[in-house]
């Protein structure tokens, strides 16, 4: 591999890694400043808080009633991923297995809801579900997450569906596997990878979906990231510190599910097959 060892490449390095250094300092500093403002009992013109205190922590949960807030939370999670799952795996084998006229344009329909802006279709979403009874319910916002994350999942299936050579399940069907057996014995055990990516990213994207969850949600099916927006702007007089450690409960709920979802998934694995698989078509 040939460097270039030139002024103005040196220049041009030196300059984006000044700018990345800026951005995650940046970065580093409002996190840390959030998180010391949530065990500071009085911050006010010092560098620092002056005294750390875990009572805020206590008074969010009990004033914001983060419990049942986190139980709404994951209850609409982990049916979105389990809806999701059903439908895009299935959706993904068959546009993996099969090809149909206006196939490309299936695919570019299923792109659009990743691309778009939620707010965009959104309010026109959250219209329809108002319109048809279920907005402001727990299944209203498991619907409105709906139309972002089977595309998802199905983008993401996709490579790992076409990686597995037909022949494998025409064997298995020469020997008698019927289509439930096929998927439960032969397919779902080459698959758990891909599904267990793909869900995995789907849980902690519901869990930080703002947009749709905030328009379709009622007083009794906010999640976590929306119940922090109304701490924020509701009428009254809270603690700032309080507010903060709310915050703090939410990044840290969002990011344990994230390292979790790393666990299983590289983030280049998917471009990776994706690039790999034409050689093998």
């Given at each position: 591999?040939?460097?270039?060892?030139?002024?103005?490449?040196?220049?041009?390095?030196?300059?984006?890694?000044?700018?990345?250094?800026?951005?995650?300092?940046?970065?580093?500093?409002?996190?840390?400043?959030?998180?010391?403002?949530?065990?500071?009992?009085?911050?006010?013109?010092?560098?620092?808080?002056?005294?750390?205190?875990?009572?805020?922590?206590?008074?969010?949960?009990?004033?914001?009633?983060?419990?049942?807030?986190?139980?709404?939370?994951?209850?609409?999670?982990?049916?979105?991923?389990?809806?999701?799952?059903?439908?895009?795996?299935?959706?993904?084998?068959?546009?993996?297995?099969?090809?149909?006229?206006?196939?490309?344009?299936?695919?570019?329909?299923?792109?659009?809801?990743?691309?778009v802006p939620p707010i965009t279709f959104g309010i026109p979403l959250a219209t329809v579900l108002y319109q048809a009874g279920v907005g402001g319910t727990f299944w209203g916002v498991v619907l409105a997450n709906l139309?972002?994350?089977?595309?998802?999942?199905?983008?993401?299936?996709?490579?790992?569906?076409?990686?597995?050579?037909?022949?494998?399940?025409?064997?298995?069907?020469?020997?008698?596997?019927?289509?439930?057996?096929?998927?439960?014995?032969?397919?779902?055990?080459?698959?758990?990878?891909?599904?267990?990516?793909?869900?995995?990213?789907?849980?902690?994207?519901?869990?930080?979906?703002?947009?749709?969850?905030?328009?379709?949600?009622?007083?009794?099916?906010?999640?976590?990231?929306?119940?922090?927006?109304?701490?924020?702007?509701?009428?009254?007089?809270?603690?700032?510190?309080?507010?903060?450690?709310?915050?703090?409960?939410?990044?840290?709920?969002?990011?344990?599910?994230?390292?979790?979802?790393?666990?299983?998934?590289?983030?280049?694995?998917?471009?990776?097959?994706?690039?790999?698989?034409?050689?093998?078509?």
């Amino acid at each position: 591999m040939i460097r270039d060892t030139t002024i103005g490449a040196k220049l041009w390095i030196t300059a984006i890694w000044v700018v990345v250094g800026f951005f995650v300092l940046n970065l580093v500093a409002m996190i840390a400043t959030v998180i010391l403002s949530s065990f500071g009992t009085r911050w006010l013109g010092t560098w620092v808080p002056a005294g750390l205190t875990t009572r805020w922590y206590f008074s969010a949960w009990s004033e914001f009633q983060l419990y049942d807030v986190l139980v709404v939370t994951f209850q609409i999670a982990f049916t979105v991923v389990a809806l999701s799952g059903l439908l895009g795996v299935t959706a993904a084998y068959a546009l993996a297995r099969r090809d149909f006229p206006g196939k490309k344009l299936v695919m570019l329909l299923f792109l659009l809801p990743l691309l778009v802006p939620p707010i965009t279709f959104g309010i026109p979403l959250a219209t329809v579900l108002y319109q048809a009874g279920v907005g402001g319910t727990f299944w209203g916002v498991v619907l409105a997450n709906l139309v972002p994350t089977v595309p998802f999942v199905i983008l993401v299936m996709i490579p790992f569906i076409e990686q597995i050579d037909p022949k494998i399940e025409a064997a298995a069907r020469v020997f008698g596997a019927n289509t439930f057996k096929l998927f439960l014995h032969v397919l779902l055990p080459m698959l758990v990878p891909g599904i267990l990516a793909a869900l995995l990213l789907v849980l902690v994207r519901t869990v930080g979906m703002f947009e749709l969850t905030f328009l379709t949600a009622g007083p009794t099916s906010q999640t976590l990231v929306v119940a922090l927006y109304y701490s924020v702007f509701a009428s009254g007089v809270r603690a700032v510190q309080s507010i903060d450690a709310m915050a703090v409960i939410y990044m840290i709920t969002t990011l344990v599910w994230l390292l979790i979802a790393l666990r299983f998934v590289n983030p280049t694995q998917i471009v990776a097959r994706a690039k790999q698989q034409p050689a093998s078509t």
